[in-house]
């Protein structure tokens, strides 16, 4: 049974900072791992997808990276704005799974102008 | 291109009564995903559709059912409705879960919220 779990729970910064979100699984057998941002009542918003056979990605101020070995992935986030804040969550693509797609609890940033 | 679409967006029912909510995916999805997140949890997984079947559901009681029609879009229907089912119901899609496209992006709707009063 897939399991992820993100740390810390809640972030703040101040603005300007480069700042790192965790992500953790403990199966390893993932075709993939997608992290999402999601403001306050609204949807899911897809910022990147890392394949299993990839080490990272990068999508303007963003770089996400992952370590199956270890079921680890980060997401870098550099000069962050307070545009950035929201909750930051990762799924994971388990292989030959049930395909529930189990969602960590997520990391709520809050950026400080 | 549209994205994924919900509705409505919100809903109120009273308790007991029965609510339907509404998923139309991306053009060309074929998977649909229903999740519940109650107010300050995670998300919950609740059902999985691909191709018009139902693959997986989660740990709900048997009141909470959906469907997934021959255009792919989706229904989900909860019964008997609680005040603990209140919470932002959220729909995603993908392309059909298949060799050759699991690497493919998983897209949300917006969500409905539901208030059971």
């Known amino acids: 049974k897939q399991e992820v779990t993100q740390i810390p729970a809640a972030l703040s910064v101040p603005e300007g900072e480069n700042l790192v979100l965790n992500c953790s699984f403990t199966?390893?057998?993932?075709?993939?791992l997608q992290w999402f941002r999601q403001d306050p009542g609204k949807g899911l918003t897809s910022l990147l997808l890392?394949?299993?056979?990839?080490r990272e990605q990068t999508s303007g101020r963003l770089n996400a990276s992952l370590d199956k070995s270890s079921g680890r992935s980060t997401l870098y986030i550099a000069a962050s704005q307070p545009g950035d804040s929201a909750t930051y969550l990762c799924?994971?693509?388990?292989?030959?799974?049930?395909?529930?797609?189990?969602f960590g609890k997520g990391t709520k940033l809050t950026v400080n102008p | 291109e549209a994205g994924v679409t919900q509705s409505p967006t919100h809903l109120i029912k009273t308790r007991g009564q029965q609510a339907t909510l509404r998923c139309s995916p991306i053009?060309?999805?074929?998977?649909v995903y229903w999740y519940q997140q109650a107010l300050g949890l995670g998300l919950q997984f609740l059902l999985w559709?691909?191709?018009?079947?139902?693959?997986n559901r989660g740990n709900f009681p048997p009141r909470f059912s959906g469907r997934q029609f021959p255009n792919y879009s989706s229904e989900l229907n909860v019964n008997a409705l609680e005040l603990e089912d209140s919470a932002l119901y959220l729909c995603?899609?993908?392309?059909?879960?298949?060799?050759?496209?699991?690497?493919?992006?998983?897209?949300f709707g917006n969500g409905t919220r539901l208030t059971v009063t």
């Open positions: 799924v994971c693509r388990r292989r030959g799974g049930s395909e529930k797609l189990v």
């Open positions: 995603a899609s993908s392309l059909a879960f298949r060799r050759e496209t699991y690497n493919s992006p998983l897209h």
């Open positions: 559709y691909d191709e018009g079947e139902e693959r």
């Open positions: 199966d390893s057998a993932i075709y993939n």
């Open positions: 890392i394949q299993s056979s990839q």
């Open positions: 053009s060309g999805h074929t998977s």
